[in-house]
């Protein structure tokens, strides 16, 4: 279907009229060969008309088609639902090939990008105004019955980032 010997065969797009994909992971629309784009994380894609919304009130809208969709719903026979994300196992936007992509859901794909470097948290995070150490500190603090208010003076920090440590809202890695 992909690859070596499948370059000249070409695959409707599902939920995209007239946009096809070849087994070189080229596009074709009406007008012939569509020059593909690429995006500030390297990802390539198209403009096209896609079909959105459920079956009751679809309609085409101009939109960007990703490559790496386009493959798993070819693949799949069917358009992506938008609670549904094409993962690459080897975390690499331009390495499209259906051996390098599964399905996944919202969860999967957020856990994927932390665990590859795609969200700085913590003392990775260049802003961070709290180090790990510290936020440890804060809870050990707090166990020990100490005020809110008064961690925060000490730390530097708003009442409301200490408040969401206690709580786990933030931080819940430390």
């Not at 096809?20 to 593909?36: A, I, K, T, V, Y």
Request: hydrophobic fraction near 30%; include cysteine.
């Amino acid at each position: 279907m992909f690859g070596v010997g499948f370059e000249d065969c070409w695959y409707e797009v599902p939920g995209v009229p007239g946009l096809e994909l070849s087994g070189d992971l080229r596009f074709r629309g009406p007008r012939g060969l569509r020059q593909s784009r690429h995006d500030r994380n390297g990802r390539p894609y198209v403009i096209a008309r896609k079909v959105v919304g459920n079956e009751s009130d679809a309609q085409a809208r101009r939109t960007r088609v990703m490559l790496h969709r386009a493959v798993i719903s070819v693949i799949l026979g069917r358009q992506l639902g938008s609670d549904e994300f094409a993962c690459h196992r080897d975390d690499d936007p331009r390495h499209n090939w259906p051996e390098n992509l599964y399905l996944g859901d919202h969860a999967s794909n957020t856990a994927d990008s932390l665990r590859n470097g795609g969200k700085l948290r913590g003392d990775r995070h260049p802003c961070t105004k709290i180090r790990d150490a510290q936020v440890r500190e804060i809870r050990l603090a707090l166990a020990w019955g100490k005020q809110v208010g008064d961690l925060a003076k000490t730390y530097g920090v708003h009442k409301s980032t200490v408040s969401r440590i206690k709580h786990g809202v933030r931080r819940q890695s430390c």
